[in-house]
């Protein structure tokens, strides 16, 4: 059965800062989703990441992975404000077709 | 393209009556899922559909039923509310054809069961 476990579980910053989240699972995946989800919101997608060694920006956001580690980060690079919400990661186990979340990692950025 | 529609966006139960959640999407995705979202526990797979026709459970199915007749709807059904069902329930899609794609996410449905 698929575990998905995101670290830490909550996370307060000051701007300027950087920092990581870790997300493991406990299988063999081919795809691995990192969403955002700001309060009372639905969730935005932010990366999709489908082979060992990828690594995709966005702005502050930069996702990787590692299949053999069975290990993907999301680094945030000069924290703002303005990146204070949930973040989920999601694994989709090779040859299923669930996708199953992580509890999330609620960051709040200090100004 | 109004992508993925959920309806109601609110809803008060009584312990045991029943109801529909829909979910409509208008992007041709193959694949569609439901999740409940409860504080502090993340999302939770209730079912999930590969095309019109096929459903599966998912991590949380029981008190749930779905059905899958077209490609473009996937309605969820609460037969006997529960407490326990109290929850914010999203539903998503994707498009899996020569590669995975994104989850595409509705606005969410908030349901009390009182």
């Known amino acids: 059965e698929l575990k998905v476990e995101q670290n830490p579980l909550f996370l307060s910053m000051q701007e300027g800062k950087n920092y990581t989240i870790y997300c493991n699972y406990s299988?063999?995946?081919?795809?691995l989703y990192w969403y955002r989800q700001d309060p009372g919101k639905s969730l935005e997608s932010l990366f999709v990441?489908?082979?060992?060694?990828a690594v995709k920006q966005e702005g502050r956001l930069m996702a990787s992975l590692d299949t053999k580690a069975r290990l993907s980060t999301l680094h945030i690079t000069a924290a703002v404000h303005d990146l204070s919400a949930t973040y989920f990661c999601?694994?989709?186990?090779?040859?299923?077709?669930?996708?199953?979340f992580g509890k999330g990692t609620r960051l709040h950025i200090l100004p | 393209n109004a992508g993925v529609t959920q309806t109601p966006k609110f809803r008060i139960l009584k312990i045991g009556q029943s109801m529909t959640l829909q979910c409509t999407q208008d992007?041709?995705?193959?694949?569609m899922y439901w999740y409940r979202q409860d504080p502090g526990m993340g999302l939770k797979l209730i079912y999930y559909?590969?095309?019109?026709?096929?459903?599966d459970k998912g991590e949380v199915p029981n008190g749930y039923n779905v059905s899958r007749s077209t490609t473009e709807d996937f309605p969820l059904r609460l037969e006997l509310a529960a407490p326990s069902q109290t929850s914010v329930y999203f539903c998503?899609?994707?498009?899996?054809?020569?590669?995975?794609?994104?989850?595409?996410f509705g606005s969410g449905t908030q349901l009390s069961v009182l």
């Open positions: 992007m041709n995705h193959n694949y």
């Open positions: 998503a899609s994707s498009y899996s054809n020569q590669g995975w794609g994104k989850l595409f």
């Open positions: 299988t063999t995946s081919d795809r």
């Open positions: 999601a694994v989709g186990e090779w040859g299923d077709d669930k996708i199953i």
């Open positions: 990441l489908l082979s060992n060694g």
């Open positions: 559909s590969v095309g019109a026709g096929i459903t």
